[in-house]
């Protein structure tokens, strides 16, 4: 496997984890809320890192859409 796929993967990995995460502690949040008298920082911090991962994977797609429009043009070394 490549490093990028492989770090896309476990991007993708770490960001449903942390999704899991985020409902622990919060009431009210559907099928999310199953942990109600957890703490809820942890709720809070499994939340943002879900954020930073989507914001990180977002940022891989652009960079992997932009690397394949500049070499589209050049022979392949494969």
Do not use: E, N
Request: hydrophobic content about 50%; glycine content about 14%; proline content about 4%.
């Amino acid at each position: 496997m490549r490093p990028t796929r492989t770090s896309t993967l476990a991007l993708f990995v770490a960001g449903v984890v942390l999704l899991v995460i985020s409902g622990i502690g919060q009431s009210g949040a559907g099928h999310f809320g199953y942990w109600k008298s957890g703490p809820s920082w942890l709720g809070a911090i499994g939340w943002f890192g879900f954020l930073i991962c989507l914001l990180l994977l977002v940022v891989s797609g652009l960079y992997w859409v932009v690397s394949r429009i500049r070499h589209r043009d050049r022979p392949s070394l494969h």
